[in-house]
């Protein structure tokens, strides 16, 4: 079998900037919220998609902004998508589908640690991280854990992460630390750019194992000037650095309830009709091909 783990967070904001806008009958705006459930449905009436879950920052904020407090925010975010948050995760409860809401964790968060857990099954054939968050790069092991840009149909294994960003999956946390995410709100290391520290990660995989003297760097790439600038501005930063690359590294320690067999989709529930009627729209039940 394989498994299915979508990022709800990202589905969300896909559908607010991508689907068009619809209030319900009390005023809400509700066109995120049902762009979702249209694109999950889709997915689940699919073959071969028999296990799901999604995972959603049910809050913005996490663990993350106590450690820095540049990091992420919900600031800036429209509030008519704020105010779905919820709504979606009941959406797509309804439809019957594993709904893992973080509050102190992220929503990569579960997403890595159901990787984690589910990759040990023998009758896991494959695990598809539903994303294009590079972030998630990280969690990628050789065919059987990829990254699948639904949007794009692009589906990224071991050697596309390599090919992409220059390192191995383990080595995107460092990537992303000394190259800086300006998405999660951190700004990396200066001078550190996505190519130098591509060449310079391909050589010592983690940014602890790079020497601070330069003149025991072995990347051929790296001129002996360029090394002396990257190696100063690294050894000055090494804690910032470090704490970036705590940012970055997708936690797998989650404390998920589900099982295998929970992410089983078995059909909507009735509440869902329901919903779908609060929210005007009569159509989706229509399309499930299966209720509880």
């Known amino acids: 079998m394989n498994i299915h783990l979508i990022d709800g967070t990202y589905e969300l904001f896909r559908n607010h900037f ?26 689940l009436t699919s073959p071969g998609v028999t296990h799901v879950g999604v995972a959603f920052d049910h809050v913005i904020e996490s663990f993350r902004n106590d450690l820095y407090t540049g990091y ?11 105010a779905q948050f919820p709504l979606a995760e009941e959406a ?30 023998k009758s896991v054939e494959q695990i598809l991280i539903c ?21 794009r149909d692009i589906i ?4 596309g992460v390599i090919e992409k960003y220059g390192v191995s999956p383990q ?15 951190y700004p990396g290391i200066p001078g550190w750019g996505a190519k130098s520290a591509a060449a310079v990660l391909a050589h010592y995989k983690h940014m602890e194992t790079i020497p ?20 100063e501005s690294l050894s000055n930063r090494r804690e ?41 729209d009569e159509r989706i039940p229509e399309r499930i091909p299966r209720w509880r």
Do not use: H
């Open 240 to 280: 910032e650095a470090l704490l970036y690359k705590e940012l970055a590294t997708v936690r797998e320690d989650v404390p998920l309830e589900e099982k295998l067999t929970d992410l089983r989709w078995q059909g909507a529930y009735p509440r869902l009709k329901t919903l779908c009627n609060e929210l005007g």
């Open 171 to 185: 080595s995107m946390p460092d990537w992303l630390a000394l190259v800086g995410d300006s998405a999660d709100g």
């Open 131 to 151: 994303s294009p968050d590079k972030d998630l790069a990280q969690l990628v092991d050789g065919k059987r854990i990829v990254c699948w840009d639904r949007r």
């Open 92 to 121: 797509v409860s309804a439809l019957g589908v594993v709904v893992w809401p973080m509050v102190e964790f992220e929503a990569d968060d579960a997403l890595g640690t159901a990787a984690r857990r589910f990759k040990k099954s």
């Open 72 to 82: 992420k925010t919900a600031e800036g975010v429209d509030p008519n998508l704020l």
């Open 212 to 231: 601070d003297d330069p003149g025991k760097w072995k990347v051929g790439s790296i001129s002996p000037g360029r090394a002396a600038s990257l190696a």
């Open 156 to 159: 990224i294994d071991e050697a």
């Open 18 to 43: 991508g689907a068009p806008p619809k209030k319900a009958p009390d005023g809400r705006e509700v066109g995120a919220t049902l762009g979702l459930v249209r694109s999950l449905l889709m997915l």
